[in-house]
Each structure stands twice: as structure tokens, then as C-alpha cells.
T-cell receptor, first 115, second 112 residues
Framework: DTEVTQTPKHLVMGMTNKKSLKCEQHMGHRAMYWYKQKAKKPPELMFVYSYEKLSINESVPSRFSPECPNSSLLNLHLHALQPEDSALYLC??????????????FGNGTRLTVT | GESVGLHLPTLSVQEGDNSIINCAYSNSASDYFIWYKQESGKGPQFIIDIRSNMDKRQGQRVTVLLNKTVKHLSLQIAATQPGDSAVYFCAGPSGGYQKVTFGTGTKLQVIP
């Protein structure tokens, strides 16, 4: 079991649907991340929140909308997705800091299929 | 690094042997590196990390070696077990300490 919990584990949605992915951690981490991972590829960074503020957006299309309601929760709102958006969406958290000395803790992801 | 191709490099190792997984990086300014293990159907799991002021760091059955001269990182797993079968990624900050990017990954297959 991981200390980062993602729901749902699997999601199938049509291109006109609106859905949300949820992520929760109770490790006191103040940095939270969304990554996208296609099959046989490494995770690719999408968004980073630091102290509940969006600090990094890796030029992600606006059909993906992140939200950080509080220090423990991270959401990813999905709207009008394309089939090529089908992937494993991973949430992670870490201690933010001035130095890169804190590893990411990942959840087990949400497997998204867009039909 | 950037991922290319549809096939992960694969390392097949006999159970009980030692495994060595390699990673090259391009940014000379990189000062922190992490190894992750990703089992099928799960998220990446932290294994071990190393800072650039170190050449070697040891954990339980794992050792990471850093060669800054040739910008090379390796993960050594001693007495490889079936449970070590997974994809292994090196990772590190790229263009900012929160922009953690991943290498292409290596699939480790342990032969019983």
C-alpha cells in the first residue's frame, strides 16, 4: 500500500464527459504533482503545486484542469478529452524545499481510457 | 532523458546473481538523482537517492554509483530475487528542483 491514495483506480469516459481524478496524502507534504504515463514510457510531468499554489504547468492542454483544495488533496478535472489522452495518471507528493533533496512518493495511479 | 521507441531496454538476470542497471544524464548541473522501481500496475516506488557530492551510496541490497565525469549513474542490486522484477527508472531535477524528469527505464527480468 502507498501513502498516496488515488481514486478511481480505473476510469472509462467518453470524449464529451466531465470527470475528476482525486489524490490524497497525509504525510504533511506540501508539494503535489500530476504525471502522465503512457505504456512502456516514463512518467511525464504535467503539473506541480507547492503550498497549494500552482507552480509548474508543463504546457498541458486546458482540457486538463488541476485543483489543490488543501494541503492533503489534489484533483485533476477532465473535460472533452481525446482518445490519445488515455494513459496512467500518477499523483505524487514530496517535501518542497530550496534544494532537490526530497524524493517523490507516488500513488498507484488512475488508469484512464477515453473512448 | 527523452524516451524513444516502443520497447524498453530489458535486462535478464538469473536469480541470485547481481544486477547492474545504467543511466546516463546530460545536464552537468544536475545535483540530485533518484532511482525508482515500478512494478506492473503500480506507481513508481522510491529505492535510493544520491547527491552530487557523493560517489556511492548503499542501501539494503542496493548500491547507487555516480560518475560525474562521464555523467553516468548505475544501480546495483545484490542477489537479485524474483520480487525485483520491475521497470527501473533513474530520475532527477531538470530545469528547476521541482521538475523531476525520468529516464527511459530498464525492465529487469529475473529468471528463477
Amino acid at each position: 500500500d502507498t501513502e498516496v491514495t488515488q481514486t478511481p483506480k480505473h476510469l472509462v469516459m467518453g470524449m464529451t464527459n466531465k470527470k475528476s481524478l482525486k489524490c490524497e496524502q497525509h504525510m504533511g507534504h506540501r508539494a503535489m504533482y500530476w504525471y502522465k504515463q503512457k505504456a512502456k514510457k516514463p512518467p511525464e510531468l504535467m503539473f506541480v503545486y507547492s503550498y497549494e499554489k500552482l507552480s509548474i504547468n508543463e504546457s498541458v492542454p486546458s482540457r486538463f484542469s488541476p485543483e489543490c483544495p488543501n494541503s492533503s488533496l489534489l484533483n485533476l478535472h477532465l473535460h472533452a478529452l481525446q482518445p490519445e489522452d488515455s494513459a496512467l495518471y500518477l499523483c505524487a507528493s514530496s517535501h518542497p524545499g530550496r534544494e532537490p533533496n526530497s524524493p517523490l512518493h507516488f500513488g498507484n495511479g488512475t488508469r484512464l481510457t477515453v473512448t | 532523458g527523452e524516451s524513444v521507441g516502443l520497447h524498453l531496454p530489458t535486462l535478464s538476470v538469473q536469480e541470485g546473481d547481481n544486477s547492474i542497471i545504467n543511466c546516463a544524464y546530460s545536464n552537468s548541473a544536475s545535483d540530485y538523482f533518484i532511482w525508482y522501481k515500478q512494478e506492473s500496475g503500480k506507481g513508481p516506488q522510491f529505492i535510493i537517492d544520491i547527491r552530487s557530492n557523493m560517489d556511492k551510496r548503499q542501501g539494503q541490497r542496493v548500491t547507487v554509483l555516480l560518475n560525474k565525469t562521464v555523467k553516468h549513474l548505475s544501480l546495483q542490486i545484490a542477489a537479485t530475487q524474483p520480487g525485483d522484477s520491475a521497470v527501473y527508472f533513474c530520475a532527477g531535477p531538470s530545469g528547476g528542483y521541482q521538475k523531476v524528469t525520468f529516464g527511459t527505464g530498464t525492465k529487469l527480468q529475473v529468471i528463477p
